[in-house]
């Protein structure tokens, strides 16, 4: 029950992200819902698509559809409101981003995927949604740029994968998996960690 | 069998509009019947990758491959004839997405997924050809900002859904919904209707 | 076996590419992996998820993933090196491209897709990864542009349909489907072949 509750409160800091950078292009306001319904919604579906759960869950349960959509709408009123609470939803968005990896890399494994695969479809799951909004506004993925996002989401999904091996009971597991994430993210924002750029490139 | 016809069309008009996009991008003649087909197929294969038909049934009948491959190589010959042709294509465009819109939401409903699930798919059915297009030419999906045509497509889904919650015949009620998609298109087009932008952006 | 190591070679060809491109476009070490595990593996996740594979079969092989995330590493680490074997760089990519495409080709004959549907798919697997690539990094993808890539893919693909409607022997006409591939796409490199734009375009 805390688990669901959490999620759609990641599901709804997802939508508000993609919210955003949708009314920041000036779409309108249709546009901003698929945007958020999209960014909220896109890991978990891509994730589905590579393991074959036709129709893919999120869009089977109708809370997984209502929150987004309503952050969507919250947002294309109150954005200049939303966009001042930037250290609430960053570290919201942390917490969505540990619990889709870890949900993912479990469901993964539930299907039989080797713990290698689950890994990656885990990162996939929590990094899709962005890769998406992104995408569609026309913009290099954030998830591949910014401050060890990517990094935190695997490390996520490593330690999932890591107790299935060793035979570890699943929930305490994944907390710990989406805590981990949680403490990576917001200490690379914090002491402003980024992952080398190649060198010999000029500035 | 007017219907196949009428969703023949429909496949070649979104296949001109992508030839015409990739011809004003100056893709050569291969990309052009590329952006075609993808455009006219690409909402349909996305229904059936996340309904789990496989391979995408419009991959395996010839003449949906066919009549989208021939519409590119005529556009790109004729492409100033038809961009001169701008009316009937916006026409044709609207009956082309109001019958993706209701096959897709029919399809999604007789694969058992829930009533608004089918009008999400039946949407995308509409619009993920043309969003397509749009990120493969490096474009923020023309669907997602102009003249309420996502919402159109919804619309025509929640026809079909609706319909199908309360047991009506079918077939009418696929016709209500394409008329329902092609109206609400053609007065937007007509009144220049469009959704509001967020306020409080700067000009 | 020498097809498999092939196939790794192709995938490192192709990662290097991902690679590459991500170095220029400034991603950091780990976008830059992620595109290199993008663009190799690109091709057959889409291929397997058009055909109903799940989880996709090169993501559950780990030396599908480690020689392009290896790749990756080496590429970020001795990109100006990289940049210099352009010759060798564009005769292993043909290589690859035509694995992937007779493979490619040969996976949706074997599960049941009709030739003109495992021609199509075949084109895909061998393109696949080079479009998220472009698609990631915000460009139009080169796929779909330069000389004749797409082209020689297709007849990679018609190859082997054909040899398989005449019943022929399956590993020479995938071989024979790969040299041509090879053959066209150095020809197009070497006498600068490219397919025709559309007239009345200015300049």
Redesign the interface.
Known sequence: MVLIVLELVGIAVFAASGALA???????????I??ALTTALGGG?IRD????V???SS??K?PY?LVPAVTGLLV??F??QVAKLRRAVLLLDAIGLGLFVTGGTST?LA?G??P??AC??GMTTGIGGG?LRD???????LV??RE?Y??AALLGGLVVAGGSVLGLPEEPVALAGSALVVVVRLLALWRKW?????H??DA
Do not use: C, M, Q, S
């Open positions: 949708a009314v920041r292009t000036r779409l309108d306001v249709f546009g901003v698929v945007l579906v698509v590579l393991l074959g036709h129709p893919p869009l089977t109708w559809l294309f009123w954005h200049p993964a299907l995927a080797p290698y695969t990656l479809i890769a995408v569609l506004l026309r913009e290099i993925p591949l740029r060890i990517a990094v980024n992952a080398p750029l190649a010999g490139l």
